[in-house]
C-alpha cells in the first residue's frame, strides 16, 4: 500500500463535506480525491453537502466518516487561540 491519496483542496461555504454521489461511501471534508474516486473510481462524482444532510440521509458509517475527517482536519489546523486565551486568567 505505497500509492498516496492527492487532493484537491474545496472550501466552500457550510456544504463542506464533499460526497460521492456514484458509491456514497466517501465522504471527504475541504477537499475531494483526485483524480477519482478510491473507491469506486468515478471521476467529477463529489457533490458538497453539510453535516447535517448527511445525517439526514447518510448511512452510519459515512456519518462516521463525515465526523472523523472534519475532526482531522480539524486537527490539522495550528492552533492560534490558545496564546490569546492564557493573559485572560487573574
Ligand atoms: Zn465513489
Known amino acids: 500500500m505505497a500509492?498516496?491519496?492527492s487532493f484537491w483542496p474545496v472550501s466552500h461555504?457550510?456544504?463542506d463535506f464533499w460526497v460521492c454521489m456514484s458509491c456514497l461511501?466517501?465522504?471527504f471534508y475541504q477537499k475531494v480525491p483526485m483524480p477519482d474516486c478510491?473507491?469506486?473510481h468515478g471521476v467529477s462524482?463529489?457533490?458538497g453537502f453539510t453535516?447535517?444532510?448527511?445525517?439526514?440521509?447518510g448511512t452510519e458509517d459515512l456519518i462516521a466518516k463525515?465526523?472523523?475527517a472534519q475532526q482531522a482536519s480539524a486537527a490539522a489546523q495550528p492552533v492560534?487561540?490558545?496564546a490569546a486565551s492564557v493573559e485572560a486568567a487573574d
Do not use: H, K, M
Request: with cysteine.
Open 3 to 5: 500509492s498516496t491519496q
Open 13 to 15: 461555504r457550510d456544504d
Open 25 to 27: 461511501g466517501e465522504v
Open 38 to 40: 478510491p473507491s469506486c
Open 45 to 47: 462524482t463529489y457533490e
Open 51 to 57: 453535516l447535517e444532510a448527511i445525517r439526514d440521509w
Open 66 to 68: 463525515a465526523v472523523a
Open 80 to 82: 492560534v487561540e490558545s
